[in-house]
């Protein structure tokens, strides 16, 4: 006789127990993945699908979905970030892919020349905003205010700063801690020999990873405040990172990486750029560097339409389409190494990663590294039309295949990655990396708006050939 399934019957009772049981322990064991309340009333009544990006309203309604498990790369994502700058491009991960037209890259993101006007209401409807909320600091701490603690760097709290000042919008105390990390940065923290930034709040130290996280800030805060001095501040600490980073022929290990940064530099005494620090071209730094520049282009192309004018100073000039200006060929000649550096075919991958340092045969395929760079190839192809980005668009879409490949489908891991708390170790970190995960929302998000402006293939239009080296 069939079991009864009747809402009153014992089998019925101990089925929903058992399940509860089941669900129970699942939450006990995985309470990162959680979905918040609202989100279970999603269950139930399903909302309308995220809007597009505007990118995709003209050429492309619908656009394309991600080759890898997203809900399981973002939940990796949230659940290893510990430190400020994990928590920074994680918040900027979230808005590129939830509210895109909130994002620097959005087609009308300065309504009015402002940064966006938000009410509470709008505030906590922005998963961004909402996950970056908690981990600010509103209080005013002594003697270096700062968003966060940024274990021992000012830099990289900034790299919230984004996020602050959207919350500023509808919650005043958010508006002061961005002032407050603002003011630390360019009155209280150390200065290298040539007037760049230090990514360290004690010793003069430049590091790649910080164009990512202090002149994005610089340019957003110049709208914010309606300072274009800061916008030309932004574009100058680029340029002066570059300056102490650049690689060039003498460093570089392939003639066509001269242009890519070494990772770091500590001051020396009597004014030397100094050589200590760590001199290899690593792709996860030339990644940040190149994205931190591709934001702050995209800042001063949408604020004053006259991005031109800006970098060079206020001097007019006749052709805006000059190639030759500062942030695009810096972010040119790290994607050039990128394209042609020797690239490794991870054992079982599907095709070839950057090198953990790209021009260095002795290091192996790195997954966080390549997603990032192929953001940025993405990025720019849409940033900078004028300009044929074929060659860069091609390579990254060969790599973000790659990347793809390289997501455990039932975990949401990427691997191989590099360990970055020990960027010596040249075996592929066994851990999940929280920024890595990040990285691949960004190449995602980045690929999603290139293709909706019709700049870049679509996934059923990627070949994967292999690459030639």
Not at 126 to 143: F, H, K, M, R, V
Not at 327 to 347: K, M, Q
Not at 386 to 395: I, K, N, P, S
Request: hydrophobic share 40%; net charge negative.
């Amino acid at each position: 006789m069939a079991p009864s399934f009747s809402p009153h019957s014992s089998y019925t009772r101990t089925l929903l127990l058992s399940t509860l049981i089941l669900l129970a322990s699942w939450i006990f064991l995985h309470p990162e993945c959680l979905p918040n309340p609202q989100s279970i009333i999603h269950v139930f009544h399903p909302p309308r699908p995220p809007s597009p990006s505007p990118l995709c309203t003209t050429s492309t309604p619908n656009p394309p979905s991600p080759t890898f498990n997203l809900t399981a790369v973002l939940c990796i994502a949230k659940s290893r970030a510990s430190h400020s700058w994990e928590h920074g491009v994680l918040a900027e991960a979230l808005l590129e892919l939830h509210n895109p037209e909130l994002s620097v890259f959005g087609m009308h993101v300065f309504p009015g020349r402002s940064i966006p006007r938000l009410s509470s209401k709008d505030v906590s409807a922005i998963p961004a905003l909402a996950y970056a909320a908690p981990l600010i600091s509103t209080t005013e701490q002594q003697p270096q205010p700062i968003l966060i603690d940024g274990d021992g760097s000012n830099s990289d709290p900034a790299s919230l700063g984004v996020s602050s000042w959207l919350l500023g919008q509808a919650h005043p105390e958010y508006r002061l801690a961005a002032s407050r990390q603002l003011d630390t940065l360019l009155h209280s923290t150390p200065r290298f020999s040539n007037g760049a930034i230090s990514h360290r709040a004690r010793t003069a130290e430049v590091w790649g990873d910080s164009v990512y996280m202090v002149p994005p800030f610089l340019a957003y805060s110049a709208v914010a405040t309606q300072n274009t001095s800061l916008l030309r501040e932004a574009v100058r600490q680029c340029e002066l990172h570059r300056e102490v980073l650049r690689a060039g022929e003498s460093k570089a290990k392939v003639a066509s990486c001269d242009g890519a940064w070494r990772h770091f530099v500590v001051g020396l005494e009597g004014g030397d750029f100094g050589m200590e620090g760590n001199p290899g071209l690593w792709s996860t730094s030339n990644g940040w560097a190149a994205a931190g520049m591709v934001r702050v282009l995209a800042t001063l192309k949408q604020w004053t339409n006259e991005v031109y004018d800006v970098w060079d100073n206020g001097n007019d000039r006749d052709d805006e389409d000059d190639e030759k200006t500062s942030l695009v060929n810096a972010i040119v000649e790290i994607l050039d190494c990128a394209v042609a550096a020797p690239a490794e075919v991870p054992f079982g991958g599907s095709g070839p990663l950057l090198r953990n340092h790209m021009d260095d045969e002795e290091w192996f395929g790195e997954a966080a590294g390549t997603a990032l760079l192929a953001s940025v190839a993405y990025r720019m192809a849409v940033l900078i039309p004028e300009l044929d980005w074929t060659r860069y668009t091609a390579w990254a879409d060969r790599s973000r295949m790659v990347v793809a490949s390289c997501v455990d489908e039932r975990t949401g891991v990427i691997a191989p990655v590099v360990k970055w708390s020990d960027w010596r170790d040249k075996n592929p970190w066994d851990e999940a990396s929280s920024e890595a995960q990040s990285f691949a929302i960004l190449m995602y998000t980045a690929h999603r708006d290139c293709a909706c402006a019709g700049k870049c293939n679509e996934n059923e239009d990627v070949h994967r050939p292999s690459i030639a080296i």
